[in-house]
């Protein structure tokens, strides 16, 4: 148990140090809610293995090596969307008072990919509730709006098998259908009570889906709050998409 405990520890410390880099012990001690001798051990082992090294110019901080970005295979496209939606993002939370990010589908659950706590604002969630499903998220929703047919039904089959409550069923596919009605999809206490999600596609020069836009509220939204919301959500997100489409590829890394 102390082991796998300890691999939980590096792993959140080397996604901390990704998403906020260049970052020190403390800071990183202070928002992994983790003691700093155990922040260490986990940076001197990320270290040893090649993963993390110290910042150049700031030896007392911690960046990510080059290994991650000549191994792993992330999908060009994604990289250039975050790019694009960062600016947007900012935009979106500043206007709405709410935080905002960009999520794309991984498998049959949604991941965070930009946004200005990233990637605290769902782990916590997480390791409570576990990975959030694409059916109870509003950006998953909205992709899957997007998807081609015979995908969406792939995965709806899975993850709302016949014996599925109906209730949620027919939430979750009236969700799916709200955008396309209103550009925009809805998530009201669907994987944590008291979180309201409105979220819009963003979508490549064909169509086809390639993350979303949303934005997270701590509190209930009446129609005319969750119009509004849907509104700015769908508007930064067709901005994202216009951007994406005007936007070099990120290269693929070699592999």
């Given at each position: 148990m102390a082991a796998v405990k300890s691999v939980r520890t590096a792993l959140r410390v080397f996604e901390t140090v990704a998403a906020r880099q260049p970052v020190g012990l403390s800071e990183l001690s202070r928002t992994l809610d983790v003691p700093k001798a155990s922040v260490q051990r986990a940076l001197r082992t990320l270290a040893d293995a090649g993963w993390l090294r110290h910042d150049v110019t700031r030896p007392g901080l911690w960046v990510v090596t080059a290994r991650f970005s000549v191994l792993a295979d992330t999908d060009p496209t994604v990289i250039t969307a975050r790019e694009a939606a960062r600016p947007r993002l900012d935009e979106l939370r500043r206007h709405l008072d709410v935080p905002t990010g960009l999520f794309v589908l991984d498998g049959d659950r949604m991941v965070l990919v930009a946004g200005p706590e990233e990637p605290e604002t769902l782990r916590p969630l997480e390791e409570t509730l576990g990975p959030l499903p694409v059916h109870l998220s509003a950006a998953g929703r909205a992709i899957l709006a997007?998807?081609?047919?015979?995908?969406?039904?792939?995965?709806?089959?899975?993850?709302?098998?016949?014996?599925?409550?109906?209730?949620?069923?027919?939430?979750?596919?009236?969700?799916?259908?709200?955008?396309?009605?209103?550009?925009?999809?809805?998530?009201?206490?669907?994987?944590?009570?008291?979180?309201?999600?409105?979220?819009?596609?963003?979508?490549?020069?064909?169509?086809?889906?390639?993350?979303?836009?949303?934005?997270m509220a701590d509190h209930l939204l009446d129609a005319d709050a969750t119009a509004a919301f849907g509104a700015a959500v769908r508007q930064a997100a067709t901005a994202v998409s216009r951007a994406l489409r005007s936007m070099p590829l990120a290269p693929t890394p070699p592999g």
């Open positions: 997007r998807l081609p047919a015979e995908t969406r039904d792939e995965i709806m089959a899975r993850v709302l098998p016949a014996d599925a409550d109906p209730d949620l069923a027919r939430r979750v596919h009236d969700g799916i259908a709200r955008v396309d009605d209103d550009g925009f999809a809805v998530a009201i206490g669907e994987y944590q009570t008291d979180l309201t999600v409105v979220a819009a596609p963003v979508v490549d020069a064909a169509g086809v889906p390639v993350a979303a836009v949303a934005a």
